[in-house]
């Protein structure tokens, strides 16, 4: 399992959606990800969990980006 949880707080109220996730090099993951506003939920940083296959991911930075390529920071 991997959590994807995204801490900007521009994104509180967001709900995340996993695209697509792809190993860009040996020591960096590309997260893309949509966002979409979830009303009830004002206070809470958008968060997921995905499932991956165990160790594939092991040693590896992460980077999230949006569908239209902003970078989203994650703490």
Excluded: C, H, W
């Amino acid at each position: 399992m991997l959590l994807v949880q995204i801490n900007d707080s521009k994104y509180k109220g967001y709900r995340l959606i996993p695209k697509k996730l792809q190993v860009v090099n040996e020591g960096t993951v590309q997260i893309v990800v949509a966002l979409e506003k979830e009303a009830g939920n004002e206070q809470q940083f958008p968060r997921r969990f995905m499932e991956v296959e165990k160790n594939v991911l092991a040693n590896k930075k992460f980077v999230v980006v949006t569908e239209n390529g902003e970078n989203v920071k994650l703490n």
